[in-house]
């Protein structure tokens, strides 16, 4: 049996490798170059364990391992350099640790997503690149009219009211700008509803999704990020923990007898964040008791931490279900 230790750099791997039967360790460091990592790979007798630090731009590395039957864990880049004292850093010194670590049985893996999950992942951030595109064209636009004398409200988007939008008094060069913007918004919405219909589809089909739509307020995209993105729910501890991993705890500075609450630390998931917090001002319309915690919540501490309390419980009755 080998054990590898990578460090996986985007210019060059590091590898250690330790020969469980003969004791010896090799260490190499390989071009970045697919066919070079393979040809390596493929001529390594079977079992191989290859352990990295998880990085942004793992997944050619996980994919190649799969199609060669090697076992690829990966573990938490914070946990990894808690275990090394030394503020000597490289890349042989890197890949030496993880070697040292799954040797010693105390490599920090992680849950990694199927490849299935990491396709609709993939799908579900490229319709937030395209919500957060119409979100920036859509506060242009509302800016214009709010200039003009128009009123606010959600008629704005519809044809009577971009049409109210299109006829308004203006210079050459802005007309233009309106023009632009107005067909870039009707764009983005046709491509965002196709989205939409391509994530529906598998989470009308997905028990679990189905499941999580029963709360009121919860629609596809929420209900199938929620599955996607979380994936198993075992393996968040408890309510605190799935609250940092989204990025609804808020930042504290407190000392003594006296507590300090300030605002969001957004450590977390931003795209799941942001579709609980959607999802909870629906739901406090149509779920009774969600709406006397939030007309409770919003009396002593405020509008917008009544809504971040809202969020964070409906994630926690989502995690549940």
Not at 44 to 53: A, H, K
Request: net charge positive; proline share 5%.
């Amino acid at each position: 049996m080998r054990i590898i230790g990578c460090d996986l750099h985007a210019a060059q791997p590091t590898i250690a490798m330790l020969d469980r039967e003969t004791g010896e360790i090799v260490e190499h460091t390989l071009p970045h170059d697919a066919t070079t990592v393979r040809d390596f790979s493929a001529r390594l007798p079977p079992p191989v364990v290859v352990g990295i630090e998880a990085t942004g731009s793992m997944r050619w590395f996980l994919r190649l391992m799969a199609d060669l039957g090697v076992t690829c864990v990966v573990g938490a880049p914070a946990n990894v350099r808690q275990t090394e004292t030394r503020r000597q850093k490289h890349d042989r010194r890197d890949a030496a640790l993880l070697l040292a670590l799954l040797t010693e049985d105390r490599f920090p893996a992680i849950w990694m997503p199927s490849a299935e999950l990491c396709e609709m992942r993939e799908l579900l951030r490229h319709r937030d690149q395209w919500v957060r595109m119409r979100t920036r064209v859509k506060n242009a636009l509302q800016g214009l009219a709010l200039a003009h004398g128009l009123r606010r409200g959600a008629g704005r988007w519809t044809q009577r009211g971009q049409a109210t939008l299109a006829a308004l008094p203006l210079a050459p060069y802005a007309s233009g700008r309106r023009s632009a913007r107005q067909a870039l918004h009707d764009h983005l919405t046709t491509q965002i509803d196709e989205l939409d219909q391509r994530v529906g589809e598998p989470a009308r089909e997905r028990p679990q999704a189905r499941r999580l739509m029963t709360h009121p307020g919860v629609g596809p995209v929420t209900a199938w990020a929620t599955e996607v993105f979380l994936g198993v729910p075992s393996r968040v501890a408890d309510a605190t923990a799935l609250a940092r991993y989204v990025g609804l705890i808020p930042s504290e500075y407190s000392s003594g007898d006296r507590q300090r609450l300030g605002k969001l630390t957004k450590q977390g998931h931003p795209m799941l964040r942001c579709l609980w917090c959607a999802a909870a001002i629906h739901a406090v319309r149509h779920d009774a008791a969600l709406g006397r915690f939030y007309r409770r919540t919003l009396h002593q501490k405020g509008l917008g931490n009544a809504r971040v309390a809202v969020a964070r419980k409906l994630g926690i009755r989502l995690w549940i279900l």
